[in-house]
Nanobody, 123 residues
Framework: VQLQASGGGLVQAGGSRRLSCASS????????MGWFRQAPGKEREFVAG????????YYADSLKGRFTISRDNAKNTVYLEMNSLKSEDTAVYYC?????????????????WGQGTQVTVSS
């Protein structure tokens, strides 16, 4: 499966941004999806995950309440809605796909990755 993330950019602190990740190549609904992020000099960290149907969603504890993951299987797309953004949310955001058991919270549990989209939050 090929993944293409988009929607990044420059946003002011306190603002919102919605990222999208479009899938192609294989049946999107066969895959659980996740979002990760990586700030400069830091490890890639888990943000949110969603199961194939969208009925099971889980988040990194530190981000719960500000970020929302969703998917539209008819559009082969997974989304990440980010609200109340802070400077520490600045990172490259990656979408990823897996067919392994979930919840999957580490990068090693995902087999397919998008190219990443940069989100920069200015204070």
């Amino acid at each position: 499966v090929q993944l293409q993330a988009s929607g990044g950019g420059l946003v002011q602190a306190g603002g919102s941004r919605r990222l999208s990740c479009a899938s192609s190549g294989r049946t999107f609904s066969d895959y659980h999806m996740g979002w990760f992020r990586q700030a400069p000099g830091k490890e890639r960290e888990f943000v949110a995950g969603i199961n194939r149907s969208g009925s099971y969603i889980y988040y990194a504890d530190s981000l719960k309440g500000r970020f929302t993951i969703s998917r539209d299987n008819a559009k082969n797309t997974v989304y990440l809605e980010m609200n109340s953004l802070k400077s520490e949310d600045t990172a490259v955001y990656y979408c990823a796909a897996t067919q392994r058991v979930i919840p999957a919270r580490t990068r090693f549990e995902y087999d397919y990755w998008g190219q990443g989209t940069q989100v920069t939050v200015s204070s």
